[in-house]
C-alpha cells in the first residue's frame, strides 16, 4: 500500500511539474519547436530544472543498497547505439512537432476532455500496440530463419 | 515582470518538480520515471507488472485534475493544427517511442541525468526532428497543418 501511494505521489508531482512549466500547453510546445516563427525558448528551461533536480539527487539514491521498497534498482544499463533508437527517437520527435504533446502531457491533458488530448492519448495507445506487434511479428520471422538456416 | 522573463522561471519550477518527482520515483520504487516506458508495457500486460503502472498513470491523471481545479489556462490544445493532424502525430510518437525506448521523460529528463549514451543520441536525435518538423510547417504552410 506504502509503495503505491509513492508511485502515485511521485506520478501527482510530475504532473504538476508538468503542468507549471507550460508542457501541457501544445501551442507552447510548437512554439518551441518552430524556430522559424516568434521562437519561445522558455521550455528548454524545463530541462535545465528537470536535469538539475534529478541529477543533483540521482548518486545520492543509486549509491544506497536498494530504493525504499523494492529490493533493487531497475536502471538500463545498455549503451550500445543502434538503428532502432534513432529511427525510433527520430519518429517521436516529428509526431512531438506534429501534435504539440509527448506522451506524458498528453496524458495529463486528457482529464480536461479537450478533443485533441483525447485523439492523441488513443492514437498514442494504438501506435505503441502496432509498434509491439510488427515487432512480434519481425522477431517471429527472425526465429523462423535462425532455425531453418 | 516580462511575460517572456515569468515563462522561463515557471519552466525552471515545473522542471524542478518534474526531476524531482523522478528522484521521488527512483528513492521508492528503483524505477525510471520514462511515461512511454511505464505505460507501453501495459498494452501487453505481464502478471504482477501492472498494477504499480496503473497506480503512476492514476497519479499523472490525479495531478491533470489539480492542475485544471488550480489554473485550467496551463492547458491549451494546437490551434494551429487540425484533429487529423493530431491524431497521425499520436499514431507516430506510439510507434516512435516503444521503438526508440523511450521519450522526453526516459531520455531527455532520467537518461541525460545518468549521462546515458543511449538517451543523449536519443534526445539529440528527437530535438532535432522536433525542431525539424516545426520549423519546415512553418517555412512551407505558415505553421498551420
Known amino acids: 500500500m506504502k509503495t503505491n501511494i509513492a508511485i502515485f505521489f511521485s506520478a501527482f508531482v510530475f504532473a504538476i511539474g508538468l503542468g507549471i512549466s507550460g508542457m501541457t500547453d501544445a501551442n507552447k510546445v510548437i512554439g518551441f519547436l518552430n524556430a522559424a516563427g516568434d521562437w519561445d525558448p522558455a521550455l528548454a528551461f524545463v530541462m535545465v530544472g528537470a536535469i538539475g533536480a534529478h541529477l543533483a539527487t540521482f548518486k545520492l539514491i543509486t549509491n544506497r543498497p536498494s530504493p525504499l521498497f523494492e529490493a533493487k534498482f531497475s536502471v538500463p544499463t545498455r549503451n550500445d547505439i543502434d538503428a532502432r533508437l534513432v529511427v525510433g527517437s527520430g519518429l517521436f520527435g516529428i509526431g512531438w512537432a506534429l501534435g504539440g504533446f509527448c506522451p506524458g502531457p498528453a496524458l495529463v491533458s486528457s482529464i480536461t476532455g479537450a478533443p485533441a488530448a483525447l485523439v492523441f492519448v488513443g492514437a498514442l495507445l494504438c501506435g505503441m500496440?502496432?509498434?509491439?506487434?510488427?515487432?512480434?511479428?519481425?522477431?517471429?520471422?527472425?526465429?523462423?530463419?535462425?532455425?531453418?538456416? | 515582470m516580462s511575460p517572456m522573463i515569468e515563462s522561463i522561471i515557471?519552466?525552471?519550477?515545473?522542471?524542478?518538480?518534474?526531476g524531482a518527482a523522478a528522484s521521488?520515483?527512483?528513492?521508492?520504487?528503483?524505477?525510471?520515471?520514462?511515461?512511454?516506458g511505464i505505460v507501453g508495457p501495459l498494452l501487453q500486460p505481464k502478471s504482477g507488472d501492472v498494477a504499480w503502472r496503473l497506480t503512476f498513470v492514476a497519479g499523472l491523471l490525479a495531478g491533470g485534475v489539480a492542475l485544471m481545479a488550480q489554473n485550467p489556462a496551463v492547458f491549451a490544445s494546437p490551434s494551429t493544427r487540425s484533429l487529423f493532424?493530431?491524431?497521425?502525430?499520436?499514431?507516430v510518437v506510439g510507434v516512435?517511442?516503444?521503438?526508440?525506448?523511450?521519450?522526453?521523460?526516459?531520455?531527455g529528463v532520467c537518461g541525460l541525468s545518468?549521462?546515458?549514451?543511449?538517451?543523449?543520441?536519443?534526445?539529440?536525435?528527437?530535438?532535432?526532428?522536433?525542431?525539424?518538423?516545426?520549423?519546415?510547417?512553418?517555412?512551407?504552410?505558415?505553421g498551420v497543418l
Not at chain 2, 545518468?114 to 512551407?140: D, E, P
Open chain 2, 85 to 91: 493532424v493530431v491524431g497521425v502525430a499520436g499514431l
Open chain 1, 129 to 149: 500496440a502496432l509498434f509491439h506487434a510488427g515487432h512480434k511479428a519481425w522477431v517471429a520471422t527472425q526465429s523462423t530463419e535462425g532455425q531453418t538456416a
Open chain 2, 10 to 18: 515557471n519552466a525552471i519550477i515545473g522542471g524542478v518538480f518534474i
Open chain 2, 24 to 36: 521521488m520515483l527512483m528513492l521508492f520504487t528503483g524505477r525510471v520515471a520514462g511515461i512511454s
Open chain 2, 96 to 107: 516512435g517511442v516503444r521503438m526508440g525506448n523511450g521519450c522526453t521523460s526516459g531520455h
Open chain 2, 114 to 142: 545518468r549521462l546515458s549514451i543511449r538517451s543523449q543520441v536519443a534526445t539529440c536525435v528527437f530535438m532535432g526532428t522536433g525542431f525539424a518538423t516545426a520549423t519546415a510547417i512553418q517555412i512551407f504552410n505558415g
